[in-house]
C-alpha cells in the first residue's frame, strides 16, 4: 500500500519535500494554512504598480545547488537567468563612484589575485584578513572574527554579509557568515553568477510545483490550516485541521511541518525556536530600465542596497530593515526613489510605486538566536521539521529552505528503510 506524505505548510522548503518525496514514490498532500502558495517566496499582481510583483526580490547563485535541483525537477531551472559570468557592479552614491567585482569562471578564488577584478584600494592581504571567518563556530560573533571596517569591509563584506544574515554583520554569527563566504567568495566565479527569476518567483519556483504535484495526482490544499496534532505511541496519529475535519496517520505516513518558526512551536509544544526576527524592506518602481542596465546593482551610502532591473520595473531590497517599517510610506517611497536615481542614473518625478514591508522577514542571524534553531528530528518517530529557520548551517535563503526541505525527505526515505 502506497504511504502517505502529509506535507504542513506550501512554502520553499515544504514544496522541496513535497517534490523529493512525490519523485521517491510517497503519494503527497500538502495542506496550507493560506490562500497561497510559496511563504514569504512568492509573486502576486499589484494594482498599485499595474505589475506583477515578488513580495521579496530574492538572489540565488550558481553554487546554490539544491536551490538548481529543485528548480530542475519541476522543469523551471532554464527561469532562473543571470549574467554569463559572475560580475557584481558596484555604486557609491555619496562619492559617484563605480566599480565592478569579476570573480571569472573558475572553481579558485583567483580573481583576488587581480587587482582589476577585485575591489578598487584593495590589497591581497585584505583578503586574507576574512579567513578566520572560514574556520569560525557559530557561537562566535563576525565582530570578533574579522575587522569590520576598512575598504573591502565597506565595499563588499558589509553589502554581502548584511544581505545574507539580515542582521547587522558584526552581531552576526561567524559561523553562519564563513558558511557564505565558503559556498561564494571562496568557491570561485563559478559558484558565484548571479540568477533572478525574471518571469517572478511563484511563475519559477512555486506554481509549477504545485502543478507538478497536481498532475502527478499528489494533493495541495490551500486554506486548510493544521490546528493540532494528536499523537499515539510517539508518533503523529491524526492531524486536526478543525471541527469534524480530521485525517488519520497510517502506519508508514509521515509528516513534515514546514511552517513559520511560531506556528511550529504552537503546534509542538516545547519546540525550541528563534525569538527573534529583522525586518526587510522591498520597493518596486513602475520605470524602464535604462538600456544596458545591469542586472543587479550593489548600492553603497545610501538607503538603498541592492538594485534589480526588470522589465518595466525598478525594484529594490533594504536588509535589516526594522528600522524603516514605520517610516510614513511615501516619505520612504521618495527617499529610496531619490537612492535609485542616482544609482541607476534615471530623472523624472516618482512613478508608480510599492512599498512591501516584510516585519519577520528572517531570524536575526546572531550566535544566540542560531542557538535556537532546532535539527529536523522531532521527539514523534514520524514528524520531521523542514524550514529556513531550522539549523540548515546557512542563513535564512532560497538555499537554505529547499536543504531543509530536502533534508526533511532524506530522513523519511532513510527511516523508511529496513
Known sequence: MQKTAHIIGAGISGLSAAVRLANAGFKVAVHEATHQAGGRCRSYFDGATNLTIDNGNHLLLSGNSHARAYARAIGTEAGLVGPESAQFPFVDIKTGQRWQIDLGDGRWPTWVLDESRRVPDTGLTDYLKLAPLIWASEETLVGKSIPCEGILYQRLVQPLLLAALNVDPPEGSAGLAGAIVRETLLAGGQACRPLIARDGLSAVLIEPAVKFLQERGHSVQLGHELRSFATTDGKVGALNFGGEDVIQIGEGDVVVMAVPPRAAASLLPGLKTPTEFRAIVNAHFRFEPPPGSAP????????????????????????????????PREELAQAIWNDVCKAGGVSGELPPWQIVRERRATFAATPAQNALRPGPVTALKNLFLAGDWTATGLPATIEGSVRSGDRAADLVLAAQRP
Open 296 to 327: 543587479i546593482l550593489g548600492v553603497i551610502g545610501g538607503v538603498v542596497e541592492w538594485l534589480f532591473a526588470f522589465p518595466n520595473r525598478l525594484s529594490v531590497t533594504i536588509s535589516n530593515g526594522d528600522r524603516l517599517v514605520d517610516m
